[in-house]
């Protein structure tokens, strides 16, 4: 699986941003798609992810100000950033967990794209 992420930039608080990751490649047995964040002297941690059946699930941080849709046709994920903060600064990997036919996980990671919010 390869994932092209694109939409980062700099935008002042309270803005808006939306983050797009096309994946191609073996798409069989996806079981999720989502979006990761990590910020200078951090750990990385989940953002948002959604399932094939839609079901999503959020960081506390980012419930009520981010969405997390897909396009399955596209094989893409979308995240819209609103009311976006300072803290929201980070580097964004969008992720694709497969199912193995081991009972095991695989995760495939983007590039990365860098979102900086000023105050």
């Known amino acids: 699986v390869q994932l092209q992420a694109s939409g980062g930039g700099l935008v002042q608080a309270g803005g808006s941003l939306r983050l797009s990751c096309a994946a191609s490649?073996?798409?069989?047995?996806?079981?999720?798609m989502g979006w990761y964040r990590q910020a200078p002297g951090k750990q990385r941690e989940l953002v948002a992810v959604?399932?094939?059946?839609?079901?999503?699930n959020y960081a506390d941080s980012v419930k009520g100000r981010f969405t997390i849709s897909r396009d399955n046709a596209k094989n893409t994920v979308y995240l819209q950033m609103n009311s976006l903060k300072p803290e929201d600064t980070a580097v964004y990997y969008c992720?694709?967990?497969?199912?193995?036919?081991?009972?095991?996980?695989?995760?495939?990671w983007g590039q990365g794209t860098q979102v900086t919010v000023s105050s």
């Open positions: 490649g073996t798409m069989s047995s996806i079981n999720r």
């Open positions: 992720n694709v967990r497969r199912n193995l036919w081991t009972g095991q996980v695989a995760d495939y």
């Open positions: 959604i399932t094939n059946a839609g079901d999503t």
